[in-house]
């Protein structure tokens, strides 16, 4: 192995194909649950999968599934044990999430270690609270969750165990926002400040910029790598709905950063998504990771926030037929005073 590539969120539901240009090593964000038979988490946009189309799309390529993210317990602990069992049983590697329904011994495991010819690189998989991830179910814990001390223990203990790199891959942020929430950015320096190498994100499906922070790259949002339109279950007390996505340009782009696993630089491609070929292809070079100027940061965020959360309920309103009128006001005004950004 000579490189790898870490891609955003990936909802293969179908056979697709992929650029020759990426590795044979690809960290990727597997965004759903592969579910067949479990009721679904009541009150929740869930991503059903009754069969995933991984290995048909990436061949023999060595994929790490990060499962720490806010779909994976869709269908409850079944669902996620289901999950895991699916994706090991590719032959992929399953980091993220609890590896037994025992309440006594639920660990997460939030740890891959890859060994090149040369170095040992320490991945570590952790859903931020930025992305509403189901934590825990019956007292039983679920994802890897992030925690700052808990994370910065983990980097040092990578670190002792012989890691000449250690990349955090983040589930955070907004979707539909092309900023990181102050709160993330200000948890991915304390990684950096912890020891982190190099920080990967995603979850808001739509490409962030990518920061520079005392030498070391931040970047935080990779976009979607593959998700599909969608028409997905909803079910609030026992009433069965359906939501309903038709994905925006801005959701068919993508970062894929590569880490060269011999010289230890780091790049980025930009991808694009052909929804209607099931293609994904290469579309040139990708973004330089630069010193962010942070002052007023917590206002320029809450503008690009505003607006990616309106523009992207325009978009749902027009594809179901729908014209925005005054509610469209009412919800500009609620996004600009709520206190959260999710």
């Known amino acids: ?20 240009v990426l590795p044979d090593t690809i960290v990727l964000n597997w965004e759903h649950a592969v579910c067949a038979g479990e009721p679904q988490v009541d009150g929740k946009i869930v991503l059903p999968c009754e069969r995933a189309y991984y290995r048909e799309s990436f061949g023999d390529r060595h994929i790490v599934a990060g499962l720490a993210n806010n779909h994976v317990v869709d269908f409850g602990l079944a669902g996620l044990a289901k999950t895991a069992a699916y994706v090991r049983g590719l032959g992929y590697d399953a980091v993220g999430v609890l590896d037994t329904e025992s309440a006594e011994d639920a660990i997460p495991t939030r740890l891959k270690m890859i060994e090149s010819r040369r170095h040992r690189i320490a991945l570590l998989f952790y859903a931020h609270a930025s992305a509403s991830p189901i934590t825990s179910v019956r007292g039983v814990a679920c994802v890897s969750v992030y925690e700052a001390g808990a994370v910065a223990a983990d980097i040092a203990a990578a670190k002792a165990a012989g890691a000449d790199v250690v990349v955090c891959v983040m589930h955070w942020g907004a979707e539909e926002v092309t900023l990181p929430p102050p709160e993330v950015v200000r948890d991915a320096h304390r990684m950096i400040d912890a020891g982190a190498d190099l920080i990967v994100g995603h979850h808001a499906h739509v490409v962030h910029g990518a920061e520079l922070y005392r030498g070391k790259p931040i970047f935080y949002g990779l976009g979607n ?9 909803v079910a609030q007390g026992g009433v069965s709905a359906t939501y309903s996505k038709i994905q925006s340009s801005g959701n068919t782009r993508s970062l894929a950063v590569i880490l060269d696993t011999e010289t230890l630089d780091i790049s980025s491609i930009r991808m694009r998504v052909d929804l209607k070929g099931r293609a994904v292809a290469h579309a040139g070079r990708g973004v330089t990771p630069r010193v962010w100027n942070h002052w007023m940061y917590e206002q320029r965020f809450r503008v690009a926030f505003v607006a990616g959360k309106l523009l992207a309920r325009a978009r749902a309103a027009w594809a179901a037929g729908r014209r925005p009128g005054a509610r469209a006001i009412v919800n500009a005004f609620r996004l600009a005073t709520q206190k959260t950004y999710r």
Not at 1 to 11: I, P
Not at 225 to 233: A, C, D, K, R, T
């Open 1 to 20: 192995m000579s490189a790898m590539a870490f891609v955003g969120d990936c909802y293969v539901t179908h056979e697709i194909s992929i650029p020759d």
């Open 225 to 233: 790598f593959y998700f599909p339109h969608l028409s997905v279950p």
